[in-house]
C-alpha cells in the first residue's frame, strides 16, 4: 500500500489570536510525529498554491468576496466569534485547497493508493454562503465536486469522525444524492446541527454520541448505522474529513476515544475502499485541539493508512 502525506509550507501563514484553539502548532505536533521512522515509507509531497476561485465549485458567488472584505491588511480580522482571518489566511486556505487536490489526483491517477493531507484551517463548517467554525473554505466538498468534475468520478463518500459535525458539508450537499455524507459526532455540541432526523434526500447519515461516548461507542454506530450506509451507496471513491477531537484529552469536546479508535475506525474505512473503490481514499485534517491526542490519532490513522494495521506504533 503506498500512502501520500501532503505537507503545508506556509501553515503559519494563517495566524489566530494567542489562546486559540486552532493555530499553527497543530501542524506542527503532526510533522514531528510523522517524522519518526515508522513512518519513513510515506510518499511525501507538498501541497501546491491554486486558484482559490475553485472554491465557487460548493460556495455562493459573493463567498470569496466576503473573505477579502474579512482580511486586513495586517494582524488578524474577525469573521464571527471563534473564526479569524489574518492577512496571510486566503495564501494558506490556497494551499490547503491545493493539497487536497493534489492528493485526489494522485490517488485518481494511482500513484498512491491513498492520502493524508496535514493542512489547515479546517473545512468542514463553512457553509455555501457563510465561513464559521474556524474554518474559511470547505475544502473537503470542493476536492468532492473536483472529483466529479475533472477526474469523472459519478458517486462520492464523504465520512465524517470529527466530534463537531460538519454543518458546512451538509449544507452543501444535502440536496445532491451524487454525495454521501456520514457523521460521527458529539450531541451536545457546537454547532447544534446533525441530528438522526436530518437525512438530506437519503444522502445524509447523522450518528450523534452523547457526552462520555468511548470507542465502543462510537464501534457500534459504524458497524450498525454509517457502515451500511457507506457500503449501500457504493461510492467511486472515499473522502475523510479526519478530526481528532474525539480523543479523550480534547478541551473542546466531551468523546472519550483512545489513539486505538481511530486506527480501529481507519481500518473499517479501508475495508469499505478495498471493496468499492480500488482502495482509494483521501483523507483530509480537520479538528483536533490537545496537541498529544492530535499526533496520537494522526499516527495510528496514518498507520493504517499505509499498513492496514498499527504495528509498533507507540504514542
Given at each position: 500500500?503506498?500512502?501520500?502525506?501532503?505537507?503545508?509550507?506556509?501553515?503559519?501563514?494563517?495566524?489566530?489570536?494567542?489562546?486559540?484553539?486552532?493555530?499553527?502548532?497543530?501542524?506542527?505536533?503532526?510533522?514531528?510525529?510523522?517524522?519518526?521512522?515508522?513512518?519513513?515509507?510515506?510518499?511525501?509531497?507538498?501541497?501546491?498554491?491554486?486558484?482559490?476561485?475553485?472554491?465557487?465549485?460548493?460556495?455562493?458567488?459573493?463567498?470569496?468576496?466576503?473573505?477579502?472584505?474579512?482580511?486586513?491588511?495586517e494582524g488578524i480580522g474577525q469573521i464571527d466569534s471563534d473564526t479569524?482571518?489574518?492577512?496571510?489566511?486566503?495564501?494558506?486556505?490556497?494551499?490547503?485547497?491545493?493539497?487536497?487536490?493534489?492528493?485526489?489526483?494522485?490517488?485518481?491517477?494511482?500513484?498512491?493508493?491513498?492520502?493524508?493531507?496535514?493542512?489547515?484551517?479546517?473545512?468542514?463548517?463553512?457553509?455555501?454562503?457563510?465561513?464559521?467554525?474556524?474554518?474559511?473554505?470547505?475544502?473537503?466538498?470542493?476536492?468532492?465536486?473536483?472529483?466529479?468534475?475533472?477526474?469523472?468520478?459519478?458517486?462520492?463518500?464523504?465520512?465524517?469522525?470529527?466530534?463537531?459535525?460538519?454543518?458546512?458539508?451538509?449544507?452543501?450537499?444535502?440536496?445532491?444524492?451524487?454525495?454521501?455524507?456520514?457523521?460521527?459526532?458529539?450531541?451536545?455540541?457546537?454547532?447544534?446541527?446533525?441530528?438522526?432526523?436530518?437525512?438530506?434526500?437519503?444522502?445524509?447519515?447523522?450518528?450523534?454520541?452523547?457526552?462520555?461516548?468511548?470507542?465502543?461507542?462510537?464501534?457500534?454506530?459504524?458497524?450498525?448505522?454509517?457502515?451500511?450506509?457507506?457500503?449501500?451507496?457504493?461510492?467511486?471513491?472515499?473522502?475523510?474529513?479526519?478530526?481528532?477531537?474525539?480523543?479523550?484529552?480534547?478541551?473542546?469536546?466531551?468523546?472519550?476515544?483512545?489513539?486505538?479508535?481511530?486506527?480501529?475506525?481507519?481500518?473499517?474505512?479501508?475495508?469499505?475502499?478495498?471493496?468499492?473503490?480500488?482502495?482509494?481514499?483521501?483523507?483530509?485534517?480537520?479538528?483536533?485541539?490537545?496537541?498529544?491526542?492530535?499526533?496520537?490519532?494522526?499516527?495510528?490513522?496514518?498507520?493504517?493508512?499505509?499498513?492496514?494495521?498499527?504495528?509498533?506504533?507507540?504514542?
Open positions: 500500500m503506498t500512502t501520500l502525506l501532503i505537507s503545508q509550507q506556509n501553515f503559519e501563514s494563517h495566524v489566530t489570536p494567542e489562546g486559540h484553539a486552532e493555530r499553527a502548532d497543530r501542524i506542527r505536533a503532526i510533522e514531528d510525529a510523522l517524522a519518526r521512522p515508522r513512518f519513513d515509507r510515506l510518499l511525501r509531497r507538498d501541497a501546491p498554491s491554486v486558484d482559490l476561485a475553485l472554491a465557487e465549485l460548493v460556495h455562493g458567488p459573493r463567498y470569496l468576496q466576503r473573505l477579502r472584505d474579512a482580511r486586513p491588511a479569524f482571518i489574518s492577512s496571510g489566511s486566503l495564501d494558506t486556505a490556497s494551499t490547503a485547497l491545493g493539497g487536497g487536490l493534489a492528493a485526489l489526483e494522485a490517488v485518481i491517477l494511482g500513484e498512491a493508493d491513498n492520502a493524508f493531507c496535514a493542512i489547515r484551517p479546517p473545512g468542514h463548517h463553512a457553509e455555501r454562503d457563510t465561513p464559521m467554525g474556524f474554518c474559511l473554505v470547505n475544502t473537503i466538498a470542493v476536492a468532492a465536486r473536483e472529483a466529479q468534475r475533472k477526474h469523472g468520478a459519478e458517486r462520492i463518500a464523504i465520512v465524517d469522525f470529527d466530534v463537531h459535525h460538519g454543518n458546512g458539508t451538509q449544507d452543501i450537499f444535502q440536496a445532491d444524492p451524487s454525495v454521501f455524507y456520514a457523521s460521527s459526532h458529539q450531541v451536545p455540541l457546537y454547532p447544534g446541527t446533525g441530528r438522526a432526523s436530518e437525512t438530506g434526500v437519503g444522502n445524509i447519515v447523522n450518528a450523534p454520541l452523547p457526552p462520555g461516548s468511548d470507542g465502543a461507542a462510537m464501534r457500534e454506530v459504524y458497524r450498525d448505522t454509517i457502515l451500511p450506509a457507506l457500503v449501500n451507496f457504493s461510492p467511486d471513491i472515499l473522502l475523510i474529513s479526519a478530526g481528532f477531537d474525539a480523543d479523550y484529552r480534547d478541551p473542546l469536546a466531551e468523546l472519550d476515544w483512545e489513539p486505538g479508535d481511530f486506527a480501529w475506525l481507519t481500518g473499517k474505512l479501508m475495508d469499505v475502499a478495498e471493496r468499492y473503490c480500488g482502495n482509494r481514499i483521501v483523507s483530509l485534517l480537520e479538528g483536533g485541539y490537545d496537541l498529544k491526542g492530535l499526533a496520537g490519532g494522526v499516527s495510528h490513522h496514518v498507520a493504517m493508512l499505509m499498513d492496514g494495521a498499527v504495528g509498533d506504533l507507540k504514542e
